[in-house]
């Protein structure tokens, strides 16, 4: 319906004049990002050094988000391959009559025998610590009183698939077998840290570790342990040996490897296969409860990584600040020519604050790719699988822009205030 007192001719000269104004402002916008394009690859000396300040901001925020993530990734993988793969079998506990928790059963002495069919189980070990007393353990048979006295390495009895349970990876020699176990043959295998304590640096000329006055020979140096990381320090014996040498020697744990997947059928099925007529005798859980630590620490490293990025990028972003400030002193005379010729405050400000975005533009994306490549070449330099977030990808390219745009606004400000007539009088002639 027409609105009464308009007349149609009015109407589509009111539709003429808003064209007009906006073919306008769209060929001022034009105008101010020619000219901006213009100043800024009229000096490429000093796009350098603006550009500069940026790349190196962005990418460092890049490559140290995109490390972290990559970095995270990594240990997400490796504690979940470790959760979903391992478990421990302990007995349960119960307060005793002084308050302090005891457990209500041990495990068999038949233990392996009994979950060895078991579905969804592929290795296991039995595992009791060693109360030796006071007795020195070294690699001399004789005390040396000059000798500074150290603390001795914890002894722990083992029978079973050792290696396989825990996630063990021997460093030099061999694990000894279930034939040292029955004969309770006295041989040890020494964790990493243990050795280096004991002195232990090579078993080619079969070195030996005395235990209350007994020699055992050390066969074998265990590097390293998925699950049970106390090993790498201690001194391991056949479990059969363990107990005919020192009294009451009692397996605490039985280490689990399982099958993918299978772990809440194997919770299930082994406390019947240890104890059939009271199973809630015995527990059943994954080791280290890596979900909660996992998410702590890939928080913690998100944060630290976040803040050094952006540490970095206020530094590229004073950058583009000064250099902006000194191109416009250096610039004074020719703003005075325009503000002569009938440039408005806001045209020159809007200027110099697109000359900063252009060149914060410029810096964030040559900073985001190169730390797309720092980023892929470390990870393929590592073997790991690199991580990047497409929006922190694009985004690094963003926050460029919008560092640029924001460190020209105090100089497009004091380029603005500039008269024509003081800008005039103080360029030389």
Known sequence: ???????????????????????????????????????????????????????????????????????????????????????????????????????????????????RDLAGVTAGALLAPVDIGDPEITTVPVTDPARAPTAPPAVVAASGDLLEAVGGRLQRGRMFDSGHDERHDRVAVLGASAAELLGVTSID???????????????????????????ESAVILPLGTAQAEFPGVVPSTLALRVELGAGSLVAHQVPIALAPSSPEQFSVSAPGEPTTFQTGLQGDLDLIFLAIGLITLLAGALGIAGTTLSGVAERIGEIGLRRALGATRG?????????????????????????????????LAQGWTPVLDLGLTFGAVAAGGLVGLLAGLVPSHRAARTEPADALRSTPT
């Open 1 to 115: 319906m027409r609105r009464p007192g308009v007349h149609p001719r009015e109407r589509v000269r009111v539709k003429v004049r808003l064209r007009e104004r906006q073919r306008v402002r769209l060929r001022l916008f034009g105008d101010i990002g020619g000219e901006a394009l213009a100043s800024v690859g009229a000096r490429p000396g000093r796009l350098m050094l603006g550009v500069l300040g940026t790349v190196v901001g962005i990418a460092a925020l890049v490559t140290t988000m995109g490390l972290g993530q990559t970095a995270s990734g990594q240990l997400a993988a490796r504690f979940d391959a470790v959760a979903a793969t391992h478990a421990e079998v302990e007995p349960a506990t119960a307060p005793g009559s002084d308050g302090t928790e005891r457990p209500v059963a041990t495990l068999p002495s038949d233990a392996l025998s009994r979950i």
């Open 205 to 231: 000329a079969r070195p030996t570790v005395f235990i209350g006055g007994h020699a055992y020979a050390v066969i074998g140096v265990l590097a390293s342990s998925e699950t049970r990381r106390s090993l």
């Open 347 to 379: 045209q020159i400000a809007a200027q110099f604050v697109a000359e900063s975005a252009t060149v914060g533009l410029l810096g964030g994306l040559m900073g985001s790719a190169a730390g797309v490549f720092v980023v892929v070449g470390v990870s």
